[in-house]
């Protein structure tokens, strides 16, 4: 038995420690207030070192990283409160281009010249991966689609949207170009500053279909969950260390306000919480995964167990924080929103906590 | 013991919903409705305050000689309730239920006669110095200094967290005027005019993208000695009357059950993602219903103590449990909302206001373009005006005798 980090993992986390330093919260803020709520030239320096290719099988053009390897990289990610989607932009298309049998698309993402971005949720649907609001039709050509899709994430940073819609009952991914006719996109600010958009179609025709059905989609939503799961990890020890910095420096009553009993049992219940959360994760991301059952249910446990650990954790956090901690001008602030959109990635903690109880 | 109202205050409650239903517009219900942030904008604001001033009710918590209502407790509680029931714009605090009191009970007839007729007509929109940097919840540290130089104060240093300090025409703060004393009995109450060279507003920004708070840097600012309420010295007993009123006199529970009641119904429309309605799911339901106990519970708190205060006795530290429980419960209700609305929740626009012909078109519902800015916003509760923590401590020592 070992938990330490390999020389690698060292690797991939210092590399994103340095990647994402100089963003200061200024910075962060500037970066998510623009237009597209990132900067595809930084999407480029992330490929450039590997991070998206990490997702991918070497046989695929990848790097072959581990899930392990990719939850410790979103992890480092949350941990710098980086503003990078790299979870829902990079290793999610990659897991679904690769599983799916989509090359030529997969080897543009791994390089990161393409965005691609999945549409699944659907307003009817929460968080159910079912696609019932988006309709694919045979014809001639192939396939072309029709219905709406909500908060599809980086909206307008993509340049292929992967499409869930139902085919006669079963649900599959369609590939869609950016300026396929008859798509149309409303953008819109989530509380992480990116801009996800609400996207219809109306008998567009798809490029090509994925080699995927339900259990495939439920294994790529598995995956992401876990990787949620690391980023908020990340999220909250920082929110935990900020915290824990500010208390002691912060004086009231002409005393750090870490002095007091009242706050300091609080933080203890804080650091717990994150032991656990981070005990958690590891359990999940060091599951066998030759049981997909197995597997799937540790990951939406640990979804729905370190989500509500770092709500937790970020709400204390700005409590401590007083005034400052409402503001947009602390990274406190930051991780608490990031927390909340990753918290109900893939489903929230009730729809995530029900699917751990329910595959007992 | 009964809980139910006179005859005489079911008369006055059908006085007030009838002007409720008169007067109330579209525009200004839309407005509090879609306002998100603490402070509703004074465009709204001051046009539902204009209204009320018009009808003589816009002054409930004075006396009746300086332009009060002279209505009983119970009145003034069926009043918010009616308000809060028709969704009206809740009026800013600033001046009439901070300073406007403190210049009833401390002020001149001479301070009276200048400044609470600007107040009521809302001819003058007030702000507030208290916190500061070094200051948050240890407020009696507070370090801007006044010295007096021939007839004017003259005021330095700084002020934090000053809601709407770039509207306001007046600014009332705590200021240093004695460093050799108990740190509380060196403080002193002035009133000082926001438009002057030595005053600069700074924006803060806050998560949710509002602009409500502000930075107020006081370099060589002035105010005439004639604005400083009660003597020098004073000012800390002042600030801690000023404060029970900020905590406690208003009711918390009818614009809580009010959002309850909003979130069982969208909890009927809503589907759950897995056949029926969010409603239906029974972890949902019972997390719903917990907050509506509390929030009953609630009333029936308040509800004592305007009891009490019908019966002539002060208002206390009772003020503290009721603005722990409220904004606690506030809390609650807006991380219901949010899970509630599912995916639609996460939008945050950045636009505003999110009322009137500019506003952008909401994704999903108006409801959920406004619930994550709630939700970022109403974390300040448990913060301004004394956090949990300060609101604890006073309990512990004054009512538990710890």
Redesign the interface.
Same mark, same amino acid.
């Given at each position: 038995m070992n938990f330490d980090l390999s020389d690698e993992h060292h690797m991939f986390v210092s590399a994103i420690e340095r990647f994402a330093a100089p963003i200061d919260v200024a910075a962060r803020r500037r970066l998510r207030?623009s237009p597209a709520g990132y900067d595809r030239a930084r999407w480029t320096q992330l490929a450039d070192m590997g991070l998206i290719a990490l997702a991918a099988g070497a046989d695929a053009g990848g790097l072959g990283g581990s899930a392990v390897d990719l939850a410790l990289v979103a992890q480092a990610i949350g941990a710098a409160n980086a503003p990078d989607p790299l979870i829902e932009l990079g290793i999610l298309p990659a897991l679904l281009l690769e599983r799916g049998g989509a090359g030529a698309a997969l080897e543009g993402v791994l390089a990161g010249t393409t965005i691609a971005t999945l549409a699944w949720?659907e307003?009817?649907?929460?968080?159910?991966l079912n696609a019932t609001g988006m309709k694919a039709d045979q014809n001639a050509d192939g396939f072309a689609l029709t219905g709406e899709k909500?908060?599809v994430p980086g909206a307008l940073l993509a340049d292929l949207f992967i499409v869930t819609a139902d085919v006669g009952g079963a649900t599959a991914c369609f590939l869609v170009p950016k300026d396929a006719p008859g798509l149309c996109l409303?953008a819109?600010?989530? /509380?992480d500053?990116s801009i996800?958009g609400?996207l219809t179609l109306a008998r567009t025709p798809a490029t090509a279909r994925l080699a995927l059905d339900n259990a495939g989609l439920a294994a790529m939503a598995a995956d992401m969950r876990l990787y949620a799961a690391a980023e908020m990890v990340g999220l909250s020890q920082r929110l935990l260390d900020d915290t824990l910095a500010y208390v002691k420096q912060r004086?009231?009553?002409?005393i750090a306000?870490g002095s007091?009993q /009242?706050?300091q049992h609080r933080l203890v219940d804080c650091y717990a919480r994150q032991e656990q959360s981070r005990s958690m994760l590891y359990r999940a991301m060091l599951t066998d995964r030759a049981d997909a059952a197995t597997w799937h249910r540790a990951a939406a446990g640990a979804k729905a167990f370190i989500g509500e650990n770092s709500n937790a954790i970020a709400?204390e956090a700005?409590?401590m924080h007083?005034?400052m901690?409402?503001? +947009?001008?602390l990274a406190i602030?930051?991780a608490?929103?990031r927390v909340?959109?990753l918290d109900?990635l893939f489903g +929230?903690a +009730?729809?995530a906590l029900a699917d751990y109880a329910l595959a007992a | 013991m009964d809980m139910d109202f006179s005859s005489q205050d079911i008369a006055f409650r059908n006085e007030v919903r009838a002007f409720l239903q008169n007067n109330l517009t579209d525009r200004l219900r839309d407005g509090a409705r879609r306002t998100p942030s603490v402070f509703v904008e004074p465009d709204i604001g001051m046009e539902w305050h204009r209204i009320l001033y018009r009808q003589g009710w816009v002054a409930p918590h004075w006396p009746k000689e300086d332009g009060g209502t002279g209505w009983s407790p119970t009145q003034k509680f069926i009043f918010e309730r009616e308000c809060a029931l028709a969704g009206a714009p809740a009026l800013s605090i600033l001046g009439l239920r901070l300073v406007g009191p403190v210049i009833c009970a401390f002020g001149t007839p001479e301070q009276k006669a200048r400044f609470l007729p600007r107040i009521l007509s809302g001819d003058d929109y007030w702000c507030q110095g208290y916190s500061e940097p070094g200051s948050g919840s240890d407020l009696a540290s507070l370090k801007t200094s006044a010295r007096l130089e021939g007839g004017d104060y003259v005021i330095n240093g700084s002020k934090i967290w000053t809601t709407h300090a770039h509207h306001a025409d007046w600014i009332f703060a705590l200021v240093r005027t004695d460093a050799t004393v108990k740190k509380q009995a060196g403080i002193t109450f002035l009133l000082v005019p926001m438009d002057q060279p030595g005053i600069s507003v700074t924006p803060i920004p806050s998560m949710s993208g509002d602009h409500e708070v502000n930075a107020v840097f006081f370099t060589d600012a002035r105010t005439s000695a004639e604005n400083r309420i009660g003597a020098e010295g004073q000012g800390w007993s002042i600030a801690k009357f000023l404060l029970e009123n900020e905590r406690g006199g208003s009711c918390y529970a009818p614009r809580l059950l009010q959002s309850i009641g909003r979130l069982e119904q969208l909890a009927q429309t809503q589907p759950s993602g897995s056949g029926g309605m969010i409603g239906h799911d029974p972890r949902f339901r019972d997390r719903l219903a917990r907050v509506r106990l509390e929030a009953e519970a609630l009333e029936i708190t308040e509800l004592r103590i305007l009891a009490e205060l019908a019966k002539g006795r002060a208002p206390g530290p009772q003020t503290s449990l009721v603005k722990l429980l409220g904004s606690n419960i506030g809390q609650r209700i807006d991380t219901l909302r949010l899970e509630l609305l599912g995916p639609d929740a996460l939008q945050l626009p950045l636009e505003r206001p999110l009322y009137g012909n500019e506003a952008p078109e909401p994704v999903g519902s108006e409801d959920a373009q406004t619930a994550m800015i709630q939700y970022l916003n109403n974390r300040a509760a448990t913060i301004f005006g004394g956090s949990d923590e300060v609101q604890k401590n006073i309990i512990a020592k004054t009512v538990l005798g710890l």
């Amino acid at each position: 038995m070992n938990f330490d980090l390999s020389d690698e993992h060292h690797m991939f986390v210092s590399a994103i420690e340095r990647f994402a330093a100089p963003i200061d919260v200024a910075a962060r803020r500037r970066l998510r207030l623009s237009p597209a709520g990132y900067d595809r030239a930084r999407w480029t320096q992330l490929a450039d070192m590997g991070l998206i290719a990490l997702a991918a099988g070497a046989d695929a053009g990848g790097l072959g990283g581990s899930a392990v390897d990719l939850a410790l990289v979103a992890q480092a990610i949350g941990a710098a409160n980086a503003p990078d989607p790299l979870i829902e932009l990079g290793i999610l298309p990659a897991l679904l281009l690769e599983r799916g049998g989509a090359g030529a698309a997969l080897e543009g993402v791994l390089a990161g010249t393409t965005i691609a971005t999945l549409a699944w949720t659907e307003r009817g649907q929460r968080y159910s991966l079912n696609a019932t609001g988006m309709k694919a039709d045979q014809n001639a050509d192939g396939f072309a689609l029709t219905g709406e899709k909500t908060m599809v994430p980086g909206a307008l940073l993509a340049d292929l949207f992967i499409v869930t819609a139902d085919v006669g009952g079963a649900t599959a991914c369609f590939l869609v170009p950016k300026d396929a006719p008859g798509l149309c996109l409303r953008a819109y600010r989530l /509380a992480d500053g990116s801009i996800a958009g609400e996207l219809t179609l109306a008998r567009t025709p798809a490029t090509a279909r994925l080699a995927l059905d339900n259990a495939g989609l439920a294994a790529m939503a598995a995956d992401m969950r876990l990787y949620a799961a690391a980023e908020m990890v990340g999220l909250s020890q920082r929110l935990l260390d900020d915290t824990l910095a500010y208390v002691k420096q912060r004086e009231q009553f002409g005393i750090a306000i870490g002095s007091f009993q /009242a706050l300091q049992h609080r933080l203890v219940d804080c650091y717990a919480r994150q032991e656990q959360s981070r005990s958690m994760l590891y359990r999940a991301m060091l599951t066998d995964r030759a049981d997909a059952a197995t597997w799937h249910r540790a990951a939406a446990g640990a979804k729905a167990f370190i989500g509500e650990n770092s709500n937790a954790i970020a709400r204390e956090a700005v409590q401590m924080h007083g005034g400052m901690g409402i503001t +947009d001008e602390l990274a406190i602030g930051h991780a608490l929103k990031r927390v909340l959109v990753l918290d109900r990635l893939f489903g +929230d903690a +009730d729809t995530a906590l029900a699917d751990y109880a329910l595959a007992a | 013991m009964d809980m139910d109202f006179s005859s005489q205050d079911i008369a006055f409650r059908n006085e007030v919903r009838a002007f409720l239903q008169n007067n109330l517009t579209d525009r200004l219900r839309d407005g509090a409705r879609r306002t998100p942030s603490v402070f509703v904008e004074p465009d709204i604001g001051m046009e539902w305050h204009r209204i009320l001033y018009r009808q003589g009710w816009v002054a409930p918590h004075w006396p009746k000689e300086d332009g009060g209502t002279g209505w009983s407790p119970t009145q003034k509680f069926i009043f918010e309730r009616e308000c809060a029931l028709a969704g009206a714009p809740a009026l800013s605090i600033l001046g009439l239920r901070l300073v406007g009191p403190v210049i009833c009970a401390f002020g001149t007839p001479e301070q009276k006669a200048r400044f609470l007729p600007r107040i009521l007509s809302g001819d003058d929109y007030w702000c507030q110095g208290y916190s500061e940097p070094g200051s948050g919840s240890d407020l009696a540290s507070l370090k801007t200094s006044a010295r007096l130089e021939g007839g004017d104060y003259v005021i330095n240093g700084s002020k934090i967290w000053t809601t709407h300090a770039h509207h306001a025409d007046w600014i009332f703060a705590l200021v240093r005027t004695d460093a050799t004393v108990k740190k509380q009995a060196g403080i002193t109450f002035l009133l000082v005019p926001m438009d002057q060279p030595g005053i600069s507003v700074t924006p803060i920004p806050s998560m949710s993208g509002d602009h409500e708070v502000n930075a107020v840097f006081f370099t060589d600012a002035r105010t005439s000695a004639e604005n400083r309420i009660g003597a020098e010295g004073q000012g800390w007993s002042i600030a801690k009357f000023l404060l029970e009123n900020e905590r406690g006199g208003s009711c918390y529970a009818p614009r809580l059950l009010q959002s309850i009641g909003r979130l069982e119904q969208l909890a009927q429309t809503q589907p759950s993602g897995s056949g029926g309605m969010i409603g239906h799911d029974p972890r949902f339901r019972d997390r719903l219903a917990r907050v509506r106990l509390e929030a009953e519970a609630l009333e029936i708190t308040e509800l004592r103590i305007l009891a009490e205060l019908a019966k002539g006795r002060a208002p206390g530290p009772q003020t503290s449990l009721v603005k722990l429980l409220g904004s606690n419960i506030g809390q609650r209700i807006d991380t219901l909302r949010l899970e509630l609305l599912g995916p639609d929740a996460l939008q945050l626009p950045l636009e505003r206001p999110l009322y009137g012909n500019e506003a952008p078109e909401p994704v999903g519902s108006e409801d959920a373009q406004t619930a994550m800015i709630q939700y970022l916003n109403n974390r300040a509760a448990t913060i301004f005006g004394g956090s949990d923590e300060v609101q604890k401590n006073i309990i512990a020592k004054t009512v538990l005798g710890l």
